[in-house]
């Protein structure tokens, strides 16, 4: 069996190696490549069963994958039509396009590597791009080492280097956490329904509201604090300034969709979730990050999680990339 590589947040690589043997088994055996990459060697899932427990929440703290391949000493890596060939070997027929996605253990993004297969992949006839393609060919390179792996795009988790999602800094950004809001709905393919009312709890200073708002949503922002000006004189925005409690307790709304990004632990903001229940739609679309901080995040998360599903289908959770140490649970409520 090849060996699978896994992509984590570098402070998450211990939990994540936990998941997978929680899951499969204690014999599975597993090896630190880098900071945020690690290998399945032995006793190991295939790797459509490994992406399949990423995808329903099973496992959490793994954010991209891939199957090796071929692994090259920096100093020996071979000239671009022989990694195309060796690419090509190991497919069942000749593929019309490929991803090539490149990443490294420090700053820079390898892109000299995808310089060094690009062409040699356009010239076999093959379209390659960054992203958008049902196979993806994936390069990491650390100081001592470049590793190759192929895999399904269905089978990744993530269509970018190594889950490592870079997303367009805008003037009309409010704050920082509106990347993450805007990562779980291009990861998970999220349809917000056309006209939809969402609820925005902990909504200050607005970031999500306006992301909500992009996807044409009219938003009731519920928090105490302040809204950015330009969120709050939006038409489709209505910014309740009360805590969520004292919200429940005074509204008989009804919403499509409710995200949480409040700053609470993990228990509380999953039992915040349950309140919401009454005021929401059958159906309604549910996301909310769960922070860290406990000594145990892992048992932590399980049991926000366990909360959850009381009122709730958990679809899926992950620690995406713009998280930091926080989880994004994706949800309906029944």
Same mark, same amino acid.
């Given at each position: 069996?090849?060996?699978?590589?896994?992509?984590?947040?570098?402070?998450?690589?211990?939990?994540?190696?936990?998941?997978?043997?929680?899951?499969?088994?204690?014999?599975?055996?597993?090896?630190?490549?880098?900071?945020?990459?690690?290998?399945?060697?032995?006793?190991?899932?295939?790797?459509?069963?490994?992406?399949?427990?990423?995808?329903?929440?099973?496992?959490?703290?793994?954010?991209?994958?891939?199957?090796?391949?071929?692994?090259?000493?920096?100093?020996?890596?071979?000239?671009?039509?022989?990694?195309?060939?060796?690419?090509?070997?190991?497919?069942?027929?000749?593929?019309?396009?490929?991803?090539?996605?490149?990443?490294?253990?420090?700053?820079?993004?390898?892109?000299?590597?995808?310089?060094?297969?690009?062409?040699?992949?356009?010239?076999?006839?093959?379209?390659?791009?960054?992203?958008?393609?049902?196979?993806?060919?994936?390069?990491?390179?650390?100081?001592?080492?470049?590793?190759?792996?192929?895999?399904?795009?269905?089978?990744? #988790?993530?269509?970018? =280097? +190594? $889950?490592?999602? *870079?997303?367009? /800094?805008?003037? @009309?950004?409010?704050?920082? &956490?509106?990347?993450?809001?805007?990562?779980?709905?291009?990861?998970?393919?999220?349809?917000?329904?056309?006209?939809?009312?969402?609820?925005? #709890?902990?909504?200050? =200073? +607005? $970031?999500?509201? *306006?992301?909500? /708002?992009?996807? @044409?949503?009219?938003?009731? &922002?519920?928090?105490?604090?302040?809204?950015?000006?330009?969120?709050?004189?939006?038409?489709?925005?209505?910014?309740?300034?009360?805590?969520?409690?004292?919200?429940?307790?005074?509204?008989?709304? *009804?919403?499509?969709?409710?995200?949480?990004?409040?700053?609470?632990?993990?228990?509380?903001?999953?039992?915040?979730?349950?309140?919401?229940?009454?005021?929401?739609?059958?159906?309604?679309?549910?996301?909310?990050?769960?922070?860290?901080?406990?000594?145990?995040?892992?048992?932590?998360?399980?049991?926000?999680?366990?909360?959850?599903?009381?009122?709730?289908?958990?679809?899926?959770?992950?620690?995406?990339?713009?998280?930091?140490?926080?989880?994004?649970?994706?949800?309906?409520?029944?």
């Amino acid at each position: 069996m090849l060996s699978t590589l896994f992509s984590v947040a570098t402070d998450s690589y211990d939990l994540a190696v936990r998941e997978i043997r929680d899951e499969f088994g204690p014999r599975v055996r597993v090896e630190r490549v880098s900071g945020d990459l690690g290998r399945i060697t032995e006793n190991g899932p295939s790797i459509e069963e490994l992406a399949a427990a990423c995808n329903d929440g099973r496992i959490v703290f793994v954010r991209h994958l891939t199957s090796e391949i071929a692994g090259f000493g920096v100093s020996e890596v071979p000239p671009g039509h022989e990694l195309a060939e060796l690419i090509l070997a190991e497919l069942p027929r000749h593929p019309q396009a490929l991803a090539v996605q490149t990443w490294t253990d420090g700053p820079s993004s390898g892109g000299s590597y995808y310089h060094l297969l690009e062409p040699a992949l356009a010239e076999r006839g093959i379209e390659v791009s960054r992203a958008g393609q049902e196979l993806v060919v994936s390069c990491f390179a650390s100081k001592k080492q470049v590793l190759i792996g192929l895999n399904r795009l269905e089978h990744s #988790l993530s269509d970018w =280097p +190594g $889950g490592r999602m *870079r997303l367009a /800094r805008s003037d @009309d950004r409010v704050s920082r &956490s509106e990347f993450k809001l805007e990562e779980a709905i291009q990861t998970f393919d999220l349809q917000l329904p056309h006209g939809g009312k969402a609820l925005d #709890l902990g909504a200050s =200073p +607005g $970031g999500w509201t *306006r992301i909500l /708002r992009r996807y @044409d949503q009219e938003v009731w &922002s519920v928090d105490p604090g302040d809204l950015e000006r330009r969120v709050a004189a939006d038409r489709g925005v209505h910014h309740v300034a009360t805590t969520a409690g004292e919200f429940f307790r005074r509204n008989q709304l *009804r919403f499509d969709v409710v995200v949480n990004d409040m700053r609470m632990d993990q228990l509380m903001s999953a039992r915040v979730m349950l309140d919401a229940i009454p005021h929401l739609r059958r159906g309604a679309l549910a996301i909310v990050t769960l922070k860290g901080g406990a000594r145990n995040p892992l048992d932590a998360a399980r049991r926000a999680m366990d909360i959850l599903r009381k009122n709730y289908d958990i679809q899926t959770a992950r620690q995406l990339h713009h998280n930091r140490n926080e989880l994004t649970v994706i949800a309906r409520a029944r």
